[in-house]
Nanobody, 123 residues
Framework: VQLVESGGGLVQAGGSLRLSCAASGFSFSNYAMGWFRQAPGKEREFVATISSSGSSRYYSNSVKGRFTISRDNTKNTLYLQMNSLKPEDTAVYYC?????????????????WGQGTQVTVSS
């Protein structure tokens, strides 16, 4: 399993970013995927998850209505569209894979992890 995130950067509050996660080494279309984030001095937390087909999605309360998780199984790529960004969204964002089709909110349900991409939102 290899997961490579990209798309992070520095953005002003209220701005947008789209993160991508390129997957390889496994059957991407059979795996549910998730996004997690870790802010400085804090534990890693759940952000969003999507089922293998893309038909089911779930978001943390802190990002619901602002972030959208999606996937393109023809490109083996996971996305996270982040709008109306806030300074408290500043964190390293990780994509993760789990070898089941259904969504999951718990970090321990995921077995594959990317190296992370930094998102910094200035006020």
């Amino acid at each position: 399993v290899q997961l490579v995130e990209s798309g992070g950067g520095l953005v002003q509050a209220g701005g947008s970013l789209r993160l991508s996660c390129a997957a390889s080494g496994f059957s991407f279309s059979n795996y549910a995927m998730g996004w997690f984030r870790q802010a400085p001095g804090k534990e890693r937390e759940f952000v969003a998850t999507i089922s293998s087909s893309g038909s089911s999605r779930y978001y943390s309360n802190s990002v619901k209505g602002r972030f959208t998780i999606s996937r393109d199984n023809t490109k083996n790529t996971l996305y996270l569209q982040m709008n109306s960004l806030k300074p408290e969204d500043t964190a390293v964002y990780y994509c993760a894979s789990r070898s089941f089709s259904g969504i999951a909110l718990v970090e321990s349900d995921y077995t594959g992890w990317g190296q992370g991409t930094q998102v910094t939102v200035s006020s």
